[in-house]
Nanobody, 123 residues
Framework: QVQLVETGGGLVQAGGSLRLSCTASGRTFSNGGMGWFRQAPGKEREFVAA????????SYTPSVKGRFTISRDNAKNTVNLQMNSLKPEDTAVYYC????????????????WGQGTQVTVSS
């Protein structure tokens, strides 16, 4: 059974940095991708960033471009999200996801979710 395990959440002041990691166990995703979504209190879950396993294409939501960087380590089945210049509006539960990658639109269609990790940015 596939499991996604997230680590790296926490509390940071505005302007600070955090690094999230997600490791997949049980299988590889050579034909798909992995990424991150987030859900703030009272809001719907939204896409943050994703990366394709093969070729490394990436996609970001506009609000995090230039601040967040997604990367992968294929050998470790791990995806990382480096978050810099954090803002209070980045506060949310961040979910790792794995699924189908649609290259023409650089879109990740999640089929598997992690349990989520809290990121809190204080002002």
């Amino acid at each position: 059974q596939v499991q996604l395990v997230e680590t790296g959440g926490g509390l940071v002041q505005a302007g600070g940095s955090l690094r999230l990691s997600c490791t997949a166990s049980g299988r590889t995703f050579s034909n798909g991708g992995m990424g991150w979504f987030r859900q703030a209190p009272g809001k719907e879950r939204e896409f943050v960033a994703a990366i394709r396993w093969s070729g490394g294409s990436t996609s970001y939501t506009p609000s995090v471009k230039g601040r967040f960087t997604i990367s992968r380590d294929n050998a470790k089945n791990t995806v990382n999200l480096q978050m810099n210049s954090l803002k209070p509006e980045d506060t949310a539960v961040y979910y790792c996801a794995a699924g189908v990658w649609v290259e023409i639109s650089t879109l990740l269609l999640p089929t598997i979710w992690g349990q989520g990790t809290q990121v809190t940015v204080s002002s």
